[in-house]
């Protein structure tokens, strides 16, 4: 059964830092797209990050580039996404999800598995 776990959300004020890690039981995991989404309350899953299989192509929304920094280290299956200068309107759960696909795709429909996602509130 496949599994992304998500962990290291948490309550941060404004300007604070996070590292979100989210853990594959993916066979193929090298061979996968992995992205961050988020979801605020009352609306819509959002792309965030995303990174191509070998880690040598990132792709970001425009409201966290300079901020967030998502990474992959494909010998321990994981992703992660490094939030910095947080925001109060980054509040969010924040999800992982896996694409068996090497070119990167902002829709969630076009995403095989998902993580539980994990809470990031930020105060301000």
């Known amino acids: 059964q496949v599994q992304l776990v998500e962990s290291g959300g948490g309550l941060v004020q404004a300007g604070g830092s996070l590292r979100l890690s989210c853990a594959a039981s993916?066979?193929?995991?090298?061979?996968?797209?992995m992205s961050w989404f988020r979801q605020a309350p009352g609306k819509e899953r959002e792309f965030v990050a995303t990174i191509s299989p070998s880690g040598g192509r990132t792709e970001y929304v425009d409201s966290v580039k300079g901020r967030f920094t998502i990474s992959r280290d494909n010998a321990k299956n994981t992703v992660y996404l490094q939030l910095n200068s947080l925001k109060p309107e980054d509040t969010a759960v924040y999800y992982c999800?896996?694409?068996?696909?090497?070119?990167?795709?902002?829709?969630?429909?076009?995403?095989?598995?998902w993580g539980q996602g994990t809470q990031v509130t930020v105060s301000s």
């Open positions: 999800a896996a694409r068996f696909d090497m070119l990167s795709d902002f829709r969630p429909s076009r995403y095989n598995y």
């Open positions: 993916l066979r193929t995991f090298s061979g996968c797209t």
